[in-house]
């Protein structure tokens, strides 16, 4: 089965007059980035029966049973650390070759979370602000430059100098909160349908310093895939930086055509890590 849905890609180039474009505005601390992107329909293939091989796509999902967490909890630094600790077993149940993980990020977010008004100084009444806007744009959290800056910031100088002799990687965990994803649901690019020319290098500006990220091109060789009206206790685990064979996926958040109106908001986890593996 495929989805109808719009996904907005970055460019490369001035803009041309036979497309569709949106600003679009991610904001870090004060500072406000602004983009300007390619809106674009595209067909996403549903599998939530089928299982990605984890180590050939570089994305999967596991199923987990033993604890739902609520979009209140987790904003508990306590709860934050159970969640935490929960995530290594997640991890080496779907590749046994993990060694140890450092999650250094969890952001909590919400689709009515809005940064084009935020970035005006306006809360819409169903923005809360102790959420952030779930991401519309077609990205790569890391470039291989600043996944090894990554690395350097969430580690120890000998913690560092160990990871670096081996294998290691950046990886995200991502699952619903509250209640299954009805709308703006993750999706994925099929890292095996990207080319190298399909991405270029975006700045994203953070307070004390500037970031990259990798900002993905419109495509039509692209193949998506996403889970439709994901439950709690499924998440999907994506690689964002490899140091040695496994595909980094690119990824958004999806504007599926015909989503009902009164569909509830998503609200999601998504933790970031770094990982060591054994070899």
């Known amino acids: 089965m495929t989805i109808s849905a719009y996904v907005n890609y970055h460019i490369d180039g001035p803009l041309q007059e036979n497309k569709e474009y949106v600003e679009y505005k991610v904001i870090r ?12 329909k595209i067909e ?7 299982k990605p091989d984890l180590f050939k796509l570089g994305f999967t999902f596991a199923i987990d049973n033993t604890r739902a967490f609520t979009s209140e909890e987790v904003q508990d630094e306590k709860i934050i650390k159970e969640y935490e600790a929960g995530l290594l077993a997640i991890m080496q149940k779907e590749n046994p070759n993990i ?3 450092k999650p250094f990020d969890h952001t909590i977010r919400c689709d009515t979370a809005d940064d084009m008004k935020r970035a005006d100084g306006v809360y819409a009444d169903d923005d809360d602000p102790k959420y952030r806007p779930v991401a519309l744009h077609v990205h790569g959290d890391y470039t291989e430059e600043s ?8 580690l120890s100088k000998d913690e560092h100098s160990k990871w670096i002799k081996g294998h290691w990687g950046i990886v995200n965990i991502w699952r619903p909160l509250d209640f299954p994803i009805e709308r703006t649901p993750l999706a994925f690019i ?3 349908t990207v080319e190298p020319n399909d991405w270029v290098i975006k700045e994203i500006k953070i307070p004390g310093r500037t970031g990259h990220i990798k900002g993905f091109l419109n495509k039509p060789h692209h193949r998506w895939v996403m889970m439709n009206r994901m439950p709690t206790n499924r998440v999907w685990i ?8 496994t595909p980094w996926v690119p990824h958004s958040a999806l504007d599926v055509i ?9 609200r999601s986890i998504e933790s970031r890590m770094c990982v060591r593996y054994y070899n």
């Open 29 to 40: 601390g004060d500072v406000i980035n602004r983009y300007m992107l390619e809106k674009t």
């Open 44 to 50: 996403v293939e549903e599998m939530t029966n089928y």
């Open 99 to 101: 060694a140890e993980i």
């Open 147 to 154: 996944a090894q800056v990554k690395l350097e910031t969430v």
């Open 190 to 192: 099929d890292p095996s």
């Open 238 to 245: 994506f690689t964002q930086y490899d140091s040695i064979n």
């Open 258 to 266: 015909g989503t009902k109106p009164n569909a509830r908001p998503r």
